[in-house]
């Protein structure tokens, strides 16, 4: 069974009607004594052959022209190109790596864990959603550090989020540095109008109040709104008295302590609404993952698809395969007794059965 190529399709089927005449040409042929049509070396079709059938030259005539009329129908298969054309946003992530990022007031399956192993996969999650985006990262505890500047390598990005671990940088919560480091890694002339920034955000995570640092929160948060960069602010952590784990001195837990959560829910929300983001709070999994979820909802780049068809002709196969029938027709038509049939007037057709 052969198979049609996926888009196959005929540009000229209206061209198939011909392919009734040849049956009638054939018949008024053979009803005929006289010249039934003028062809070019057809008046010696109708000597004797170097093949026993003489019909033959006739058969490879017509499967020859029928092929020719096959060609002129235009075969062809459509292929689709979709060209993607769209913006992406510039994003930074800043991630608060203080000490109290170790406070495991997270579940998973019925199990413990700490803050940052709660939010880990959900910004790994986070950054393999958002496609076309340029994203990068900054962490912050007593300073600000960049982990990645922006970049479209997502996979790499995923490697760096591996690697986040508390200790990293000096102790503290320095919110305005993380923030201005980020806001610095999102200058980009060209994608500049006057003071503001186009097509970027900031999304900031932290679970404490801001006691290091040169720059305060809100003067951070000036800076983001003089550049029209919002700021999506993420509270993370359960609020009272939460387990934090002590260490031996070669890094095993010993056991836990009670602290009390220090989160600056009113700086976080006034962040936010500085720069047109939004603050979320996020006491579980299930809250951390609904934060994220409503930040690429908010964010989000609508594809513009552009659909070009392109046509690959298939035509001069069977056009091919068809003049070389006919030329083997009039080929195996020649009289070979005479050499070149000189015999019989070019161009003229008799009857030859």
Same mark, same amino acid.
């Given at each position: 069974m052969?198979?049609?190529?996926?888009?196959?399709q005929?540009?000229?089927p209206? *061209?198939?009607w011909v392919?009734?005449?040849?049956?009638?040409?054939?018949?008024?042929?053979?009803?005929?004594? #006289?010249?039934a049509?003028?062809?070019p070396?057809?008046?010696f *079709? =109708?000597?004797?052959?170097?093949?026993?059938?003489?019909?033959?030259?006739?058969?490879? &005539?017509?499967?020859?022209?029928a092929?020719?009329?096959? @060609?002129?129908?235009?075969? $062809?298969v +459509?292929?689709?190109?979709?060209e993607i054309?769209?913006?992406g946003?510039?994003l930074?992530?800043a991630?608060?790596?203080?000490g109290?990022?170790?406070a495991?007031?997270y579940?998973?399956?019925n $199990?413990?864990?700490?803050?940052?192993?709660?939010?880990?996969?959900?910004? #790994?999650?986070?950054?393999?959603?958002?496609?076309?985006?340029?994203?990068?990262l900054?962490?912050?505890?007593?300073?600000?550090?960049?982990?990645?500047? +922006?970049?479209?390598?997502?996979?790499w990005l995923?490697?760096q989020v591996?690697?986040?671990?508390?200790?990293?940088?000096?102790?503290g919560?320095?919110?305005?540095?993380?923030?201005?480091?980020?806001?610095?890694?999102?200058? $980009?002339?060209? =994608?500049?109008?006057g003071?503001?920034?186009k097509?970027? &955000?900031?999304?900031?995570?932290t679970?404490?109040? #801001?006691?290091?640092g040169?720059?305060?929160?809100?003067?951070?948060?000036?800076?983001?709104q003089?550049?029209?960069?919002?700021?999506?602010?993420?509270?993370a952590?359960?609020?009272?008295?939460?387990?934090?784990?002590?260490?031996d001195?070669?890094?095993r837990?010993?056991?836990?302590?009670?602290?009390?959560?220090d989160?600056d829910?009113?700086?976080l929300?006034?962040?936010?609404?500085m720069?047109?983001g939004?603050?979320f709070r996020? =006491?579980?999994?299930?809250t951390?993952?609904?934060?994220?979820?409503?930040?690429?909802?908010? $964010?989000?780049?609508e594809?513009q698809?552009?659909?070009?068809v392109e046509?690959e002709e298939?035509y001069? *196969?069977?056009?091919?395969?068809?003049?070389a029938?006919?030329?083997l027709g @009039? *080929?195996l038509?020649l009289?070979?007794r =005479?050499?070149t049939? @000189? #015999?019989?007037?070019?161009?003229?057709v008799?009857r030859?059965?």
């Amino acid at each position: 069974m052969i198979a049609v190529p996926e888009g196959f399709q005929f540009a000229y089927p209206h *061209w198939f009607w011909v392919l009734l005449v040849l049956p009638l040409i054939a018949w008024l042929r053979g009803r005929r004594p #006289s010249v039934a049509m003028a062809v070019p070396f057809a008046g010696f *079709w =109708h000597r004797p052959t170097i093949l026993p059938t003489r019909q033959l030259p006739l058969i490879f &005539f017509y499967a020859g022209l029928a092929a020719v009329i096959f @060609a002129l129908a235009r075969p $062809q298969v +459509l292929n689709d190109r979709r060209e993607i054309k769209r913006e992406g946003y510039d994003l930074m992530l800043a991630i608060d790596l203080s000490g109290s990022m170790l406070a495991e007031d997270y579940e998973r399956g019925n $199990q413990r864990i700490n803050r940052l192993e709660a939010i880990r996969p959900v910004i #790994s999650s986070f950054i393999r959603d958002r496609e076309g985006d340029r994203i990068g990262l900054v962490v912050f505890s007593g300073r600000a550090y960049t982990m990645s500047p +922006l970049t479209f390598d997502h996979a790499w990005l995923e490697k760096q989020v591996d690697r986040l671990k508390v200790g990293l940088l000096e102790d503290g919560t320095a919110i305005g540095d993380g923030l201005a480091v980020a806001l610095s890694r999102l200058e $980009q002339k060209q =994608h500049t109008e006057g003071e503001r920034r186009k097509g970027a &955000f900031v999304v900031l995570l932290t679970d404490g109040a #801001s006691n290091r640092g040169i720059l305060p929160p809100l003067d951070a948060a000036t800076i983001a709104q003089s550049r029209g960069v919002p700021v999506y602010t993420i509270g993370a952590g359960r609020e009272g008295i939460v387990p934090m784990p002590v260490f031996d001195d070669e890094g095993r837990k010993v056991g836990y302590q009670r602290v009390r959560s220090d989160l600056d829910e009113d700086t976080l929300i006034k962040i936010a609404n500085m720069t047109s983001g939004q603050y979320f709070r996020a =006491h579980d999994n299930r809250t951390v993952e609904a934060a994220f979820s409503a930040i690429d909802t908010a $964010q989000k780049i609508e594809f513009q698809a552009s659909v070009t068809v392109e046509a690959e002709e298939l035509y001069p *196969w069977p056009c091919t395969f068809g003049v070389a029938l006919i030329l083997l027709g @009039a *080929w195996l038509g020649l009289d070979r007794r =005479h050499g070149t049939g @000189a #015999s019989a007037p070019a161009g003229s057709v008799r009857r030859a059965v």
